[in-house]
């Protein structure tokens, strides 16, 4: 952890304590929480303080509602399992900085616990805007970052926040993580082999340059990947394209050969003709993207010896499932 403070000797007791967690979770078309892991790995870090004596307030994300209210992506069904899992009360709020947040947050007992509504219904937290970041602070008097997965990201639940409070802490889970991930890039055995995932190339390019300096190899997938392929004059028909970041495409190859390591790319991938659950849906050769078709993302088992794929990884299969 080095110079990070975490919750050891943090003290809860009659404080409002603004938490920043993961809830990104899966739901279905009924808008059912299908995998509640990230819910759970963070039920830590809350119990411990609002065991003591610490009034908790959530806030999170859910899905990319671009900075506009969507209803299929409101956290409510978030808090409603969030109070089974945990003994203490909890509450949630129709908004994130607005009158019923700032009513029930100064409302709040010791050891209770309020959700925000999703963070990126206000368009000021991807923008990280000043403005946001204060109105969030202003509802607790510490802050304690729990969500290692979005830590990566400026915006003003994890960066803009931190300038209007007078004590940030590490939660347990991001303590857990960062200690394992120092371990990793200290001294990682060999071979050292990293799996990125995600949908675009925007935001990981500093973490890809960074660890084509200390992996053998890097193994990318996710709906990343297709960009990397439009640039390699494939044909991806409907899928996800990032334009934005297109142009590092070939930087970052650049870089992995002179760190000489090893950029993976899959061989197959699941396509489907509308990105929705009753959709159609094959696997095919990355080289055969139909155009009505969008890729999703890779195969198990679908990394093999390719040299137009941009890396070679000795013919090896690995299971993996970004």
């Known amino acids: 952890m080095g110079r990070?403070?975490?919750?050891?000797?943090?003290?809860?007791?009659g404080r409002r304590v603004l938490m920043r967690v993961d809830f990104n979770v899966p739901l279905d078309g009924d808008r059912n929480i299908t995998d509640d892991t990230r819910i759970r790995a963070a039920l830590p870090s809350i119990k411990r303080i609002a065991a003591g004596g610490g009034a908790v307030i959530l806030m999170s994300h859910l899905g990319r509602p671009k900075g506009a209210i969507d209803p299929a992506l409101s956290l409510r069904p978030v808090a409603d399992r969030l109070a089974e899992l945990v003994s203490f009360p909890v509450r949630f709020a129709t908004d994130t900085v607005g009158p019923d947040a700032t009513t029930q947050a100064a409302a709040l007992g010791d050891g209770e616990i309020l959700l925000l509504e999703n963070l990126r219904f206000n368009p000021g937290e991807t923008k990280n805007d000043t403005g946001f970041a204060a109105a969030l602070a202003a509802l607790g008097d510490a802050y304690v970052n729990d969500a290692f997965g979005t830590a990566h990201r400026a915006h003003a639940s994890t960066v803009g926040v931190t300038q209007h409070v007078t004590e940030s802490r590490a939660g347990l889970l991001m303590e857990k993580e960062l200690e394992n991930l120092g371990a990793l890039l200290d001294a990682p055995e060999r071979p050292f082999v990293a799996v990125l995932g995600g949908a675009k190339i925007a935001g990981k390019v500093d973490v890809i340059a960074n660890l084509l300096d200390k992996v053998d190899t890097l193994l990318l997938g996710g709906g990343m990947i297709f960009t990397f392929f439009?640039?390699?004059g494939l044909g991806i028909g409907r899928s996800l394209y990032d334009e934005e970041s297109a142009g590092v495409v070939r930087e970052i190859q650049a870089k992995a050969k002179q760190a000489n390591a090893n950029l993976v790319l899959p061989e197959d991938c699941v396509v489907a003709d509308d990105f929705a659950e009753n959709a159609k849906r094959r696997t095919v050769p990355v080289t055969d993207i139909g155009d009505g078709?969008?890729?999703l993302d890779m195969v198990q088992n679908s990394l093999k010896s390719n040299p137009y794929l941009f890396g070679v990884f000795n013919g090896r299969h690995w299971p993996i499932d970004i």
């Open 4 to 13: 990070k403070l975490g919750l050891a000797g943090f003290a809860p007791q």
């Open 230 to 232: 439009r640039e390699h």
């Open 293 to 295: 078709w969008m890729g």
